[in-house]
């Protein structure tokens, strides 16, 4: 503190020292110094606090969709149901049930009664060469596959919910400072108009405008909690609490279109299906194709009567005359079906994501166009001031006011659009 106090008188010494001009000019140069410190302090605490409430936001909302992919009872039936095909799937690459058979026969008199004994079990070539299996491995992959697009639709679902809930939040934050600054003018007012300062009209404009505010404030309330009745239905009836004001700042919308999008149908879950299944189709044509090989039935049987015993090996084969016939045409009929429907899942997906790009791209530079300019043209607090000296009447101060909220609620709801369709984009990373 000495040392500090020391510099001080320090420069004070000098100050005095120097000519009346000269002395004017160096405390101008020591005020803008210390104003620029300040400033520069001030922004540095405003970034980092922005920093740590987009880190906020961004966990918040992962927090959520995993607490729903946890808790969804859409997703646990599909998780279920995934189960039971993929078991279902298995018993298909199993081979037949092998057939017992016992036989009685009475003989006359004097020859006695037999008794026949036979365990046979059949085999297959698409079985023993493991066709089936490899089969059984795409159908569960297809199973797999169709749990997953449930599972992207209820996240997207539950992501586009929480960016609405973040338009509402950040809304009624504004409204909150809107509301406040209602609440000061009709309170001078009330001061002015005991004065002798102010009319009956102007106090009466001033409160259907504090009733307004409070209608709008309303209002988004019941959006907000409608948004957080469609949040807890998705976690399972669990509630869900998402008090943030900004959006997730770590998704970007990717600056090349053809080879983000070549990464991105690799991953989506419908495309990946729709390949699959012509997959599939073909491993079921080569097993219908091996249909007609004859099946080959090995087993033990045994013969006994009064007086003699056989037992040995029975062997048959089992021809395919008439039970596949057809079957190979009506594979290759579905495999070009799967096929018509891969191409058209591609083409539609392929465009559907092109034109969302393409919107996501014009609300990014839309938004933030209007949020620079918002920013330029905020006088909400020298309006209050300036209406308060009577510099400007009630009407020009609602009106100004009325504007500057009605740019700032079409800037939020430029933003919520913009995340909303990067959402759509950047699903299959959820």
């Known amino acids: 503190m000495i040392g500090h106090f020391d510099k001080l008188s320090d420069r004070k010494r000098w100050l005095l020292s120097l000519p009346k001009h000269r002395r004017i000019e160096a405390t101008k140069n020591i005020m803008n110094m210390k104003y620029l410190n300040i400033t520069k302090l001030s922004s540095a605490i405003c970034l980092c606090a922005v920093a740590t409430f987009s880190v906020s936001a961004q966990t918040a909302t992962e927090t959520i969709l995993r607490q729903i992919e946890a808790n969804n009872p859409q997703l646990k039936a599909a998780a279920s149901e995934a189960d039971a095909e993929k078991i279902e799937n298995r018993s298909g690459a199993l081979l037949e049930n092998p057939e017992f058979e016992f036989n009685y026969l009475w003989g006359a008199d004097g020859i006695g009664n037999r008794r026949d004994f036979r365990v046979t079990q059949a085999f297959d070539v698409a079985t023993l060469t493991g066709m089936k299996s ?16 449930e599972r992207l639709n209820v996240l997207l679902e539950a992501k586009q919910a929480c960016i609405d809930l973040i338009y509402y939040n950040a809304l009624k934050a504004e409204l909150s400072t809107h509301l406040e600054q209602a609440q000061t003018l009709v309170s001078s007012f009330e001061k002015r108009l005991k004065a002798g300062g102010a009319n009956v009209l102007d106090l009466n404009k001033a409160k259907v405008h504090l009733t307004a505010v409070r209608g709008q404030i309303s209002q988004v309330e019941v959006e907000r909690q409608t948004l957080l009745a469609v949040l807890k239905s998705l976690n399972g009836g669990l509630d869900i609490i998402l008090d943030d004001c900004v959006y997730d700042l770590s998704d970007n919308l990717p600056a090349d279109f053809e080879s983000w999008y070549e990464s991105t149908s690799q991953k989506n879950p419908v495309l990946q299906y729709v390949r699959q299944e012509v997959s599939v189709g073909h491993k079921q044509l080569s097993i219908d194709k091996t249909a007609w090989v004859p099946e080959l039935t090995v087993g033990y049987m045994s013969e006994l009567t009064t007086a003699d015993k056989f037992r040995g090996v029975t062997v048959g084969v089992n021809i395919p005359l008439w039970s596949n016939a057809n079957k190979v045409k ?26 969302q790009y393409n919107r996501a791209a014009s609300l990014k530079a839309n938004s933030e166009l209007m949020r620079s300019s918002l920013s330029e043209t905020d006088s909400r607090d020298y309006l209050l001031t300036a209406q308060s000296r009577g510099e400007i009447s009630m009407i020009e101060y609602l009106v100004e006011t009325d504007q500057y909220y009605e740019a700032l609620e079409q800037t939020l709801s430029a933003e919520r659009d913009y995340h909303q369709a990067l959402a759509k984009l950047n699903a299959v990373e959820l």
Do not use: P
Request: proline letters at 0%; a positive charge; glycine letters at 2%.
């Open 134 to 149: 490899r089969q059984v491995a795409g159908q569960n992959e297809m199973s797999a596959l169709k749990y997953k697009s």
């Open 330 to 355: 009506q594979s290759k009929a579905r495999i070009a079906a799967a096929e018509s429907r891969k191409t058209a899942a591609e083409q539609q997906f392929y465009f559907d994501l092109l034109a």
